[in-house]
């Protein structure tokens, strides 16, 4: 019962009861006109032979009188399927005819009678109904009464045959609607019911459920792929969610301890002035450091959550790639690490010029610090050019370089190779340039540096749009 | 007590902020501090008395929170802007991106600092902003002690001789001219020089300083150019 309610509550079945209605009033006009028509026309046609005979009549009357009259209606009456005729007395007395009896007071009138009447027929079998029919009524001069009718048996019998068929197509065309309808209807409300259940499996915290998709391509499909894909965007920023959160819990908390226990250590110790000062300084270093790496997560966060972040306009990459070079040529010098470029002038892509330049930076940063310490002399190029598919911002160096199978690892958050733990930094460098990269619809690539088959090359690639 | 301006006293007696934060304790150590650095601080805890005390009274520079209970730093700035108070706002948030800070600095701040910051960093900004020191915007030669930039010519000449700068450098030069006396910070000159708002990794700052340093001072008993310890960079032309 619940479930016809429901069924009854489907908009797929509302529209059919709406329909179903306007359809079954059109339906009834329809009998109506066609029946009125009906009968109009074959009212018109009786009208029209009664009169015709009217006509004979009369003439045998004027040229034989009431006898020849009263001749000519006999011999008419005789003859098989014959309209009624009657030639009665001023009185009301049947003189002759074929009429037997009348309903009372059709011959008071002359003229067409106004409503079908009821009538007998000689060697009418006793006890069946009597016939109706329409009539005409003409008074002779002498007072005597005339009456030729004809018998409205066939045209009713036609008239409801009609009115029976129009009746039973109608309502073979209402139920098969209805049939359809009710199947439509309960499968919509079968792929809804699926629907909702996996939505409420979804609500209930299972974020790798789909939405169903029966595969034909209709509206329903088109509906939940798009659903799917939504919720496969909602569970991959969940997902990184709940990675920040245990990125935090894990590496925030270590230096956190690491400042409390210097902050104990100094006050628990007999030191004084300058020694405080100093504990201060380290402690002010180590929240700073904090505060980068906070920052850096978030960043990345917000920057792998897409909309809103940043604005997009075209922007010179030749130009950002000339000043990240400016920017770090004197670090790099300092640092004995030879820094050169070849950049593609009057490359433009679309995006944000403040972040392609951290993400630039990131690169050549790791760079300098990975390769500085090596024993040969270093080298760091920093390249653009166009690709086929795009443009390449690349930036290679002869240092240690990743091995094959860490470089899909170092990309994640907080990942640092073992060689590297002793290096400033935060482990977020290449998490933010590949969250960069993958907001400016490219990626970032690592690779071994190819001209040299040792260091590292990690190419920045803009996808070409459209 | 504050010990960041113990290698350098701004003397500035008569500079006037007002200073809206809701968080009381930040507050009281804001007002120490920049009192402590000579600088007459007003606070107010809300929005509204906030508004109200930056319309009745004449500051130099305002320090505005974000985020405050009755009404909100943006507004705050952007109603100022509306009856054409132009005091130099800064702009604390919570929020510090890349986005945050264009709609701080749309809606009429002139200065965005994201929590949290040091002392040092805020006090810089602040003075930089109440331009009490420095070149005017409209002179066309800045002159410290005997250090000269030509901002039309792109000349720089100190006692007379010709030194040769790269236009990075120049521009580094050019923005410590302007702020001449005020101490600015690396993230304000990566900010100003560089235009770019995020934190490098390596001190990047720090190389490029050092090699302007040699090129101007190079060959002279002077130093101009100085370190100030836990802050940034002063270029000033006495002792």
Known sequence: ???????????????????????????????????????????????????????????????????????????????????????????????????????????????????????????????????????????????????????????????????????????????????????????????????????????????????????????????????????????????????????IAHDLKTPLTRLRNRAEAALAGKEDGPAYRAAMEEMIEESDQLIRTFNALLMISRVEAGSAVAEMNEVDLSQIAHDAEELYEPVADEAGVSLSTRIEDGIEVSGNRELIGQALTNLIDNA??????????????????????????????????????????????????????????????????????????????????????????????????? | MVCFSSEYSPNMPDMKILVIEDDL??????????????????????????????????????????????????????ELREKSIDTPVLILSALGQVDDRVTGLRAGGDDYLPKPYSFSELLARVEVLGRRKGMRDNDTVYKVGDLELDRLAHEVRRAGQRITLQPREFRLLEYLMKHAGQVVTRTMLLENVWDYHFDPQTNVIDVHISRLRSKIEKGFDKALLRTVRGAGYILKADG
């Open chain 1, 1 to 247: 019962m619940g479930r016809f309610r429901l069924l009854l509550r489907t908009t797929a079945v509302r529209m059919s009861a709406l329909y179903l209605g306007l359809f079954a009033i059109c339906a009834v006009i329809l009998v109506f006109y066609v029946t009125d028509l009906t009968s109009s026309l074959l009212t018109y046609q009786t009208k029209q032979v009664v009169q015709d005979e009217l006509k004979v009549l009369g003439n045998f009357y004027r040229r034989g009188g009431v006898s020849r009259l009263i001749g000519h209606i006999d011999r008419r009456s005789r003859e098989p399927g014959a309209n009624l005729y009657t030639i009665a007395a001023p009185n009301g007395q049947i003189l002759a005819g074929n009429v037997e009896s009348l309903q009372p007071g059709v011959l008071e009138r002359e003229g067409w009678t106004e409503r079908p009447f009821s009538y007998r027929r000689f060697y009418q079998p006793e006890g069946t109904p009597g016939h109706m029919a329409l009539a005409e009524v003409i008074f002779l001069p002498n007072g005597m009464r005339v009456l030729v009718g004809r018998d409205l048996g066939e045209p009713t019998k036609f008239r409801s045959m009609v009115q029976r068929s129009l009746v039973m197509a109608l309502g073979i065309m209402v139920i098969g609607a209805l049939v359809i309808w009710f199947v439509i209807g309960r499968r919509a409300l079968q792929r809804i019911d699926r629907v909702s259940q996996a939505s409420q499996k979804i609500m209930a915290g299972d974020l790798g459920q789909r939405l169903p998709v029966s595969g034909s391509g209709d509206e329903f499909d088109r509906l939940s792929e798009s659903l799917n894909s939504m919720l496969g965007r909602i569970e991959s920023l969940n997902e990184g969610l709940r990675q920040v959160s245990d990125n």
């Open chain 1, 368 to 466: 300098i610090k990975y390769s500085a310490d090596c024993k040969k002399p270093a080298r760091i190029e920093v390249a653009l050019e166009r690709g086929t598919n795009g443009s390449v911002l690349s930036v290679s160096d002869n240092g240690p370089g990743i091995p094959e199978n860490r470089r899909h690892d170092v990309i994640k958050r907080f990942v640092r190779l073992d060689e590297s733990r002793s290096k400033p930094g935060t482990g977020l460098g290449l998490s933010l340039v590949d969250a960069i990269m993958a907001l400016h619809g490219g990626r970032l690539e690592l690779d071994c540096n190819g001209n040299e088959h040792s260091g590292l090359c990690a190419r920045m690639v803009f996808d070409r749009r459209g």
């Open chain 2, 25 to 78: 304790e930040a507050a009281a150590y804001l007002v120490k501090a920049f009192n402590e650095s000579g600088i007459v601080t007003d606070h107010a805890s809300d929005g509204d008395l906030g508004f109200y005390l930056a319309t009745e009274n004449n500051y130099d520079v305002m320090v505005i929170d974000r985020m405050l209970p009755k009404r909100d730093g943006l507004s705050i700035v952007s």
